[in-house]
């Protein structure tokens, strides 16, 4: 496998396996395992499923206080052998030969091969794969393959259900309970085993089931209270492999269409297929998300950095999450760090996911949308209006920020009071604004959010001596929490807060044009226009004040503090307090210059009676940049952007320490915790919306692309208002879908046709035995674009079509498939055509996926046959029609038990390659019935004409004939 879709780790590094864990863990939006072994200490066993919380009290500094933690959920890998006469394997006590990890970015497959000697003198080899499958979000699975290498006879294979689990995954929590589950239960189900629990508080049920299909004779499982094993022999063979699978399902009393638990689990590995085909089904599904996720460029270490961000940014926000009720948790589904609290890293994560899963980034913003009513109490009990959303959000949207925190350097529990930190809003507000600017939808529930949010920042805003001012909060630094020997926490008007506080303003005006029917009074909006105009923010020494008062702040001796990241940490320890001074754990005022262009954040000061000084934006950027200790991970990714058109080469060193900082873990441990998802996110932002320079507006977009000559080729897929887009670029020109060119507008022309035109341009390109390079070449456009089109499913404008037709000496008709207004079949026979009669299975399952079909039926005119959307459901046809139209009232014959006879025609032509099939269903037609609607909508046909067309018809099969057409 190319070295770009790999991570591999090589030797047994006990200090090393809590980085590995993080960085080798495998989901699949639902829920993930860390890739802990199965046998070694020390491990770090992790399974969390995203949503499921728990809260606990517990007794800190004198203190009681309470926690909500997302639950480390029983562990499913315990697996391990012995030889005969020897202890059980453990890789740190063995006399390992051979040690390497590999995890395949590509296909999520995490694999370990090893060898080691016994006593004896014996030399087996392990090899495993596992996976947490994207196919089905409640599988999970671990194939190992043992093979003596120079020996013969039995091997014990000890395989265990732990539930003896708890939180302990974060040092600095240990102080604080974490024994999550109760309530254990297990048993045992023809080869099945199953063990359940649930969370103190929340009162979740969690079940475990597993099934072992293994090439020895099966175990019966000896059953604790708290856990599960089975202990299996294999009878090997010298050099012949044995395996032995371990399958489980992982369910909760949260899971849609679940009576309990327990059963769900049974009957979800009862039906799993085997490893192979688990296996199969899983790497397809990651096919699909690595086309819509697909980002290329030409550096193969760079590759294989991007690679990893959007592989773990999608095991943690994957399609299974849009129907979920969660967010995104700042450490992804990787670790305890944060206790899986959603933050603010939306931000940087949404602008990524809009332009290629908008579904996720809806199901995102639903998750804050079901949690208003929280918010609002919240606000309310403020002295605010609207809805205040929380620093740290949970199960139910309540404020989860905890009230101490430690501080290892000094062991000391200091006060925390980041809960100030109101700005979660203003980013919830961004990411509802990009969503729409991205596909065009503002749902009114959308609306809704944004509106009550900008109720609360106006209410925020108090007038002062001729302007309005925000106090009491907490910007992004997280340094300045208040001001130095001041009674109460908190700062007055924070620029970031102020300036975006205008910003959302602004927006609530275009949000209520969009949603009349929410929109506020004319009062409201007077004010909201008023306060846009005249709320404070502070400059100093020609730059802007980070906060009221930032100028009087002492100057940090820096030379002293260099590269500690943590000064707070580090200050408070020596007594000291880093509210003194100008110091920034990570960009503040700055966070403006990432959010928005240069000239919105000119026109905003102006609007406030601040023009902006020549040259106030670069020296902002340079004074902040020199007072900031880079203690966040999303640091570097913030100036990265802010630099790209200043400092190129600085900006190349922040992006690129961005890239690594959790291969690398150069925070120093964290990464361990969990990784950092938001300077993932942050990562491919960065790419897509500052280096290409892509600026999503309601018409289109923009590009204008700065692109570091050492990223080479950047090129990628985007979904904009609904339409697939091919936007590549390097240092010299950009390209839109395969035409230099810098904007594309909502609706513009695009070419389509029938068929697949990658086949075509497949077809055409080797009958002319032409590489993708030199097709390339010839049609202008780059090889990646070239590679794109061949392998997926997408539209080209109309010059970019005919460059390619003459490219590949064919007319615009061939590559689109005879073109949109005429029927396939011109041109003659391939030379020697076979037609041959296909038998009813392989009938069914080329009609299995669903699509467009004819049926054929009498009318009081004769003879109809129509097209329609069908899809297949327990071995029927169902398609949909309006309810009293003529197909209506001519599929119904007036007497109860007697059905029309129909046909249903459904084909595929290749013209091309003059090839093709169809298939031929004759049987009865039938009107669903209204208690059986439920069931057959879920089949999920969707008829292309649209409309009210709530009739569903089940056509039955009687007989099913096909015939393929294909040439020698």
């Given at each position: 496998?190319?070295?770009?879709?790999?991570?591999?780790?090589?030797?047994?590094d006990p200090e090393g396996e809590g980085l590995r864990e993080a960085l080798?863990?495998?989901?699949?939006?639902?829920?993930?395992?860390?890739?802990?072994?199965?046998?070694?200490?020390?491990?770090?066993?992790?399974?969390?499923?995203?949503?499921?919380?728990?809260?606990?009290?517990?007794?800190?500094?004198?203190?009681?206080?309470?926690?909500?933690?997302?639950?480390?959920?029983?562990?499913?890998?315990?697996?391990?052998?012995?030889?005969?006469?020897?202890?059980?394997?453990?890789?740190?006590?063995?006399?390992?030969?051979?040690?390497?990890?590999?995890?395949?970015?590509?296909?999520?497959?995490?694999?370990?091969?090893?060898?080691?000697?016994?006593?004896?003198?014996?030399?087996?080899?392990?090899?495993?794969?596992?996976?947490?499958?994207?196919?089905?979000?409640?599988?999970?699975?671990?194939?190992?393959?043992?093979?003596?290498?120079?020996?013969?006879?039995?091997?014990?294979?000890?395989?265990?259900?732990?539930?003896?689990?708890?939180?302990?995954?974060?040092?600095?929590?240990?102080?604080?309970?974490?024994?999550?589950?109760?309530?254990?239960?297990?048993?045992?189900?023809?080869?099945?085993?199953?063990?359940?629990?649930?969370?103190?508080?929340?009162?979740?049920?969690?079940?475990?089931?597993a099934r072992i299909d293994t090439d020895g004779p099966p175990a019966r499982?000896?059953?604790?209270?708290?856990?599960?094993?089975?202990?299996?022999?294999?009878?090997?063979?010298?050099?012949?492999?044995?395996?032995?699978?371990?399958?489980?399902?992982?369910?909760?009393?949260?899971?849609?269409?679940?009576?309990?638990?327990?059963?769900?689990?049974?009957?979800?590995?009862?039906?799993?297929?085997?490893?192979?085909?688990?296996?199969?089904?899983?790497?397809?599904?990651?096919?699909?998300?690595?086309?819509?996720?697909?980002?290329?460029?030409?550096?193969?270490?760079?590759?294989?950095?991007?690679?990893?961000?959007?592989?773990?940014?999608?095991?943690?926000?994957?399609?299974?999450?849009?129907?979920?009720?969660?967010?995104?948790?700042?450490?992804?589904?990787?670790?305890?760090?944060?206790?899986?609290?959603?933050?603010?890293?939306?931000?940087?994560?949404?602008?990524?996911?809009?332009?290629?899963?908008?579904?996720?980034?809806?199901?995102?913003?639903?998750?804050?949308?079901?949690?208003?009513?929280?918010?609002?109490?919240?606000?309310?009990?403020?002295?605010?209006?609207?809805?205040?959303?929380?620093?740290?959000?949970?199960?139910?949207?309540?404020?989860?920020?905890?009230?101490?925190?430690?501080?290892?350097?000094?062991?000391?529990?200091?006060?925390?009071?980041?809960?100030?930190?109101?700005?979660?809003?203003?980013?919830?507000?961004?990411?509802?604004?990009?969503?729409?600017?991205?596909?065009?939808?503002?749902?009114?529930?959308?609306?809704?959010?944004?509106?009550?949010?900008?109720?609360?920042?106006?209410?925020?805003?108090?007038?002062?001596?001729?302007?309005?001012?925000?106090?009491?909060?907490m910007g992004p630094d997280e340094y300045h929490d208040g001001y130095p020997?001041?009674?109460?926490?908190?700062?007055?008007?924070?620029?970031?807060?102020?300036?975006?506080?205008?910003?959302?303003?602004?927006?609530?005006?275009?949000?209520?044009?969009?949603?009349?029917?929410?929109?506020?009074?004319?009062?409201?909006?007077?004010?909201?226009?008023?306060?846009?105009?005249?709320?404070?923010?502070?400059?100093?020494?020609?730059?802007?004040?980070?906060?009221?008062?930032?100028?009087?702040?002492?100057?940090?001796?820096?030379?002293?503090?260099?590269?500690?990241?943590?000064?707070?940490?580090?200050?408070?320890?020596?007594?000291?307090?880093?509210?003194?001074?100008?110091?920034?754990?990570?960009?503040?005022?700055?966070?403006?210059?990432?959010?928005?262009?240069?000239?919105?954040?000119?026109?905003?000061?102006?609007?406030?009676?601040?023009?902006?000084?020549?040259?106030?934006?670069?020296?902002?950027?340079?004074?902040?940049?020199?007072?900031?200790?880079?203690?966040?991970?999303?640091?570097?990714?913030?100036?990265?952007?802010?630099?790209?058109?200043?400092?190129?080469?600085?900006?190349?060193?922040?992006?690129?320490?961005?890239?690594?900082?959790?291969?690398?873990?150069?925070?120093?441990?964290?990464?361990?915790?969990?990784?950092?998802?938001?300077?993932?996110?942050?990562?491919?932002?960065?790419?897509?919306?500052?280096?290409?320079?892509?600026?999503?507006?309601?018409?289109?977009?923009?590009?204008?692309?700065?692109?570091?000559?050492?990223?080479?080729?950047?090129?990628?897929?985007?979904?904009?208002?609904?339409?697939?887009?091919?936007?590549?670029?390097?240092?010299?020109?950009?390209?839109?879908?395969?035409?230099?060119?810098?904007?594309?507008?909502?609706?513009?022309?695009?070419?389509?046709?029938?068929?697949?035109?990658?086949?075509?341009?497949?077809?055409?390109?080797?009958?002319?035995?032409?590489?993708?390079?030199?097709?390339?070449?010839?049609?202008?456009?780059?090889?990646?674009?070239?590679?794109?089109?061949?392998?997926?499913?997408?539209?080209?404008?109309?010059?970019?079509?005919?460059?390619?037709?003459?490219?590949?000496?064919?007319?615009?008709?061939?590559?689109?498939?005879?073109?949109?207004?005429?029927?396939?079949?011109?041109?003659?026979?391939?030379?020697?055509?076979?037609?041959?009669?296909?038998?009813?299975?392989?009938?069914?399952?080329?009609?299995?996926?669903?699509?467009?079909?004819?049926?054929?039926?009498?009318?009081?005119?004769?003879?109809?046959?129509?097209?329609?959307?069908?899809?297949?459901?327990?071995?029927?046809?169902?398609?949909?029609?309006?309810?009293?139209?003529?197909?209506?009232?001519?599929?119904?014959?007036?007497?109860?038990?007697?059905?029309?006879?129909?046909?249903?025609?459904?084909?595929?032509?290749?013209?091309?390659?003059?090839?093709?099939?169809?298939?031929?269903?004759?049987?009865?037609?039938?009107?669903?019935?209204?208690?059986?609607?439920?069931?057959?909508?879920?089949?999920?046909?969707?008829?292309?004409?649209?409309?009210?067309?709530?009739?569903?018809?089940?056509?039955?099969?009687?007989?099913?004939?096909?015939?393929?057409?294909?040439?020698?």
């Amino acid at each position: 496998m190319n070295d770009v879709w790999r991570l591999a780790y090589d030797g047994f590094d006990p200090e090393g396996e809590g980085l590995r864990e993080a960085l080798c863990t495998l989901g699949n939006g639902r829920f993930a395992t860390r890739g802990a072994t199965p046998d070694g200490r020390p491990r770090t066993p992790g399974t969390y499923v995203a949503g499921c919380y728990d809260r606990l009290d517990s007794v800190v500094a004198g203190h009681t206080t309470t926690n909500e933690d997302i639950v480390n959920l029983p562990d499913w890998l315990p697996l391990t052998c012995a030889t005969p006469g020897s202890d059980w394997f453990r890789p740190e006590h063995a006399d390992l030969l051979h040690y390497h990890h590999e995890l395949d970015l590509r296909h999520g497959v995490l694999v370990r091969d090893l060898s080691w000697r016994d006593g004896a003198g014996r030399i087996t080899r392990s090899r495993q794969r596992r996976l947490v499958s994207m196919a089905d979000p409640y599988l999970a699975a671990l194939e190992t393959t043992f093979t003596a290498e120079n020996w013969a006879g039995p091997l014990r294979v000890h395989a265990a259900l732990e539930g003896r689990v708890a939180n302990r995954g974060v040092a600095r929590y240990r102080d604080l309970r974490g024994d999550h589950l109760t309530c254990h239960a297990t048993g045992s189900e023809d080869d099945l085993a199953w063990l359940t629990a649930v969370t103190r508080c929340s009162h979740i049920t969690v079940a475990l089931a597993a099934r072992i299909d293994t090439d020895g004779p099966p175990a019966r499982p000896s059953l604790a209270a708290d856990h599960i094993t089975s202990d299996h022999v294999l009878d090997l063979a010298r050099g012949r492999p044995a395996r032995l699978t371990k399958i489980v399902a992982l369910t909760t009393s949260r899971d849609h269409a679940s009576h309990d638990a327990r059963s769900a689990a049974l009957r979800h590995v009862r039906r799993a297929p085997r490893f192979e085909d688990l296996l199969a089904r899983h790497e397809s599904a990651w096919d699909r998300l690595w086309r819509r996720a697909r980002l290329d460029v030409t550096d193969p270490e760079l590759s294989r950095h991007l690679h990893l961000h959007i592989f773990h940014l999608l095991q943690t926000l994957s399609p299974h999450t849009a129907d979920l009720d969660v967010g995104v948790p700042a450490r992804g589904l990787h670790g305890e760090a944060y206790r899986g609290h959603v933050f603010w890293d939306e931000l940087f994560v949404q602008p990524w996911l809009d332009l290629r899963f908008p579904e996720i980034s809806l199901g995102l913003l639903r998750y804050r949308w079901r949690r208003l009513p929280e918010a609002r109490d919240a606000a309310r009990a403020a002295g605010y209006d609207g809805a205040m959303f929380p620093w740290q959000s949970g199960s139910d949207g309540r404020e989860e920020t905890q009230t101490l925190h430690l501080n290892p350097v000094s062991g000391r529990w200091i006060p925390d009071h980041s809960r100030l930190q109101r700005h979660v809003g203003l980013a919830i507000a961004y990411n509802i604004w990009h969503h729409y600017l991205a596909t065009g939808s503002m749902p009114p529930w959308c609306a809704e959010l944004l509106l009550d949010i900008a109720r609360c920042f106006a209410s925020m805003a108090v007038p002062h001596q001729g302007r309005y001012e925000i106090r009491g909060v907490m910007g992004p630094d997280e340094y300045h929490d208040g001001y130095p020997g001041a009674p109460a926490p908190g700062l007055a008007n924070n620029a970031y807060t102020n300036i975006m506080t205008v910003w959302l303003l602004m927006r609530a005006r275009d949000t209520a044009a969009l949603a009349p029917h929410l929109a506020p009074t004319a009062a409201e909006l007077e004010r909201w226009d008023d306060i846009s105009r005249r709320l404070r923010v502070d400059f100093h020494d020609g730059v802007i004040s980070q906060f009221t008062g930032y100028a009087d702040l002492r100057e940090l001796d820096w030379d002293r503090y260099r590269g500690v990241r943590r000064l707070d940490r580090a200050l408070e320890a020596e007594g000291d307090d880093v509210r003194r001074y100008k110091a920034s754990k990570q960009a503040d005022t700055l966070m403006l210059c990432y959010l928005l262009t240069g000239a919105e954040l000119t026109a905003i000061l102006h609007r406030l009676g601040y023009p902006a000084e020549p040259g106030l934006i670069p020296r902002t950027i340079s004074y902040y940049l020199e007072r900031t200790s880079h203690g966040s991970t999303l640091s570097a990714v913030v100036h990265a952007w802010v630099l790209a058109r200043s400092n190129r080469t600085r900006s190349w060193d922040f992006f690129t320490e961005a890239l690594r900082s959790d291969l690398h873990d150069v925070q120093g441990g964290t990464t361990a915790e969990g990784i950092h998802l938001g300077a993932m996110g942050g990562t491919l932002a960065l790419l897509q919306s500052c280096y290409l320079g892509l600026e999503v507006q309601r018409d289109g977009f923009r590009l204008d692309p700065l692109v570091p000559g050492r990223l080479g080729l950047l090129s990628m897929p985007i979904r904009c208002h609904g339409r697939q887009v091919y936007i590549d670029a390097d240092d010299r020109v950009a390209r839109v879908n395969g035409t230099a060119r810098r904007c594309y507008t909502r609706g513009e022309a695009i070419m389509t046709g029938t068929g697949d035109l990658g086949r075509r341009i497949i077809h055409h390109r080797e009958r002319l035995g032409l590489t993708r390079e030199q097709v390339a070449e010839r049609a202008g456009m780059s090889a990646g674009y070239v590679t794109y089109l061949e392998e997926n499913a997408d539209t080209l404008d109309t010059g970019a079509l005919y460059r390619l037709a003459d490219a590949l000496r064919t007319t615009v008709d061939d590559l689109l498939g005879g073109g949109q207004d005429r029927p396939p079949g011109h041109g003659p026979a391939t030379s020697h055509p076979t037609l041959e009669i296909l038998p009813q299975d392989e009938c069914l399952r080329l009609i299995e996926p669903g699509g467009i079909g004819r049926v054929a039926f009498n009318s009081a005119l004769g003879c109809v046959v129509l097209p329609v959307n069908y899809k297949m459901h327990q071995g029927t046809v169902i398609f949909r029609t309006a309810s009293g139209g003529p197909m209506d009232q001519d599929l119904r014959t007036g007497l109860k038990g007697v059905d029309i006879k129909i046909a249903f025609e459904i084909d595929m032509i290749d013209e091309p390659k003059r090839e093709g099939w169809s298939v031929l269903v004759h049987g009865a037609a039938h009107h669903v019935p209204p208690e059986e609607m439920d069931e057959v909508a879920g089949c999920g046909v969707t008829p292309w004409a649209g409309g009210e067309r709530q009739l569903y018809i089940r056509l039955v099969p009687c007989q099913i004939t096909g015939r393929r057409i294909h040439g020698m």
